[in-house]
């Protein structure tokens, strides 16, 4: 049975160059783990706080090549197979990341099992290899060990803080730099919807507040909220997810919000930009 491709994303630069950032250890521990022993085709190991269940290492190598790396990871007391695949094109090159065991059903099931968190940890590892390999800054990583009734996270993006305000709350723009379908009504009252408007209907989250620099969101418990801090041309951005059991963290929507937020810093960067998630 093919597993399902989870996350890919494509890199400014050589297979070569992408696959030595991928089975470095000193490289490793920059872009993706706290930890990170690698001595390939035996060992792909990596855990510590940015890993799901990272108290120690639970990997086990299937298969390497130079364009391939197969392992076991044993999630929850079940051993999943993830391979990562390299393809270049034209000094371009693809990482694709196939899992096993994850159904993206099991995101609206209530379950806290760490393989509800299997794609969005994979999105935003990809989308930092992607930012490590082409020399842009790093954005935040989820720590999985943290048992917090908050999440925040700050971004510094070059670009004036109307245009980050505009992009937050566009329909079209945060669609395009979420890779999602999003409908927004910028007003208090007004819905914000994954999936958009017609097909959240009534049961969209709702804008508590709203202004030129900050906003907060319903979304029936938890609530999310972001301020803008402008100067210079330059934006911080503090995001903050919160009202939730601190016993049971959101990490897969938190790490779906920090790989969401560090395109919507590509986006407002770049003057070509081209999103680094090829769509599956």
Avoid: C
Avoid at 100 to 116: A, M, Q
Avoid at 251 to 271: D, F, H, K, M, T
């Amino acid at each position: 049975m093919t597993q399902p491709t989870i996350s890919a994303v494509r890199i400014q630069a050589p297979l070569k160059t992408v696959f030595h950032a991928l089975t470095d250890p000193a490289e490793m521990r920059v872009w993706f783990a706290e930890h990170a022993e690698v001595d390939l085709p035996n060992r792909y190991d990596f855990w510590g706080r940015h890993t799901l269940e990272g108290d120690a290492p639970h990997q086990r190598v299937l298969e390497a090549s130079d364009d391939l790396i197969k392992f076991a990871w044993t999630l929850d007391g079940t051993e999943t197979t993830t391979e990562i695949r390299l393809a270049e094109t034209d000094g371009e090159t693809r990482v694709s990341v196939t899992q096993s065991h994850f159904d993206r059903e099991l995101l609206f099931s209530g379950s806290t099992s760490p393989l509800v968190a299997l794609e969005t940890f994979w999105a935003l590892a990809l989308g930092n290899l992607a930012d490590h390999v082409e020399g842009r800054k790093l954005g935040p990583k989820v720590d999985y060990t943290a048992k917090v009734g908050e999440f925040s996270a700050r971004l510094d993006i070059a670009a004036p803080a109307d245009r980050v305000r505009t992009a937050l709350t566009d329909s079209e723009q945060a669609t395009s730099w979420f890779g999602y379908p999003i409908g927004i009504e910028p007003e208090v009252g007004g819905r914000f919807a994954m999936g958009g408007l017609e097909a959240a209907g009534d049961h969209a989250a709702r804008f508590v507040s709203i202004d030129d620099t900050s906003a907060t969101i319903d979304w029936g418990g938890m609530v999310t909220s972001w301020e803008l801090e402008g100067s210079g041309g330059h934006t911080t951005l503090t995001f903050v997810t919160s009202g939730f059991d601190a016993a049971q963290p959101p990490y897969a929507a938190w790490g779906g919000w920090l790989s969401g937020l560090v395109e919507l810093r590509r986006y407002l960067e770049q003057p070509n930009w081209r999103s680094v998630f090829v769509q599956n």
